[in-house]
């Protein structure tokens, strides 16, 4: 079995250091969405040795480890490489995948779960961000301010300014915070807002409530619900996925599994 794992592991090293990685890798913008390459490290004793430039025939082209960076030409064979000290990087967009010796490298290349895990958490949350676009924000400041208008109407208590209510939040400090006229501003063009889109109403020298207050509460409140059911269900067929890919390389006879319980005896 090692000399097959090993056969395959080289045959897969020949491929991916077809795309070896450049000296720096983009990991934002739009050039790190384009990466697709493969950084190949040999360890020793979890320490920096080798890094993999290139395979020649049985043997690896590679860069030692002087303490500061990988600068000395070596080349080994590959027979001389321990089989848990590979270390392979493989920069997929904005992803990464990590792969741990050869057993590791082999199967996920060859079964491919890391990528349709990738694939699919991608395609959900491309999804998730296309239908939260179609959404009509409510900021939650500003809900949380309606919220407080509203408990405040149903104790019987008015707003008859900003600075009243400003006090109700805060307490008569915020006379003495330091951003306290930023803060009364921003207070002030949230009433306002409220008053443009309808729940609020100023009317006898106050600020009063209106049903379409209540409305826009549940309308927020059931928006977040949906929002959240969508995330379980999306993690969920994450999930069952997986199970698929994995149930079907078992099937396959990809992955093995330990014999419990031998009824033929």
Known sequence: ????????????????????????????????????CFSVFIDKNTEPYLLV??????????????????????????????EKE?????????????????????????LRVPYVKIHVVRTINSVDQYFFNKRKLVTKQRIDLLRFLVAEHLDGRSIESHTVLMTGLYSAKWLMHPERDLQSTKLRFY?????????????????????????????????????????????TMIFLTLAVVFLTAAQAGLIKFPTILDLSK
């Open 1 to 36: 079995m090692s000399r097959v794992l090993r056969g395959q592991t080289l045959r897969l090293l020949k491929a991916a250091l077809a795309r070896s990685c450049p000296d720096r890798v983009p990991r934002s913008g739009a050039a790190a969405k384009r990466v697709n």
């Open 53 to 82: 430039r290139s395979v020649l025939g049985e043997d690896l082209e590679c860069l030692e480890w002087s303490g500061e960076r990988f600068d000395i030409p070596k080349t080994i064979p590959f027979s001389d490489v321990p």
């Open 86 to 110: 590979l270390s392979v990087t493989h920069f997929y967009g904005y992803s990464e995948v990590q792969y741990s010796g050869f057993r590791d490298f082999v199967l996920g290349r060859v």
């Open 191 to 235: 009433l306002d807002s409220l008053v443009a889109t309808g729940e609020l109403e100023w009317r006898d020298g106050g600020y009063q409530m209106t049903g379409k207050a209540l409305h826009t509460i549940e309308t927020y409140e059931e928006q977040e619900r949906k929002h959240t059911e969508n995330v379980k269900s999306q993690r």
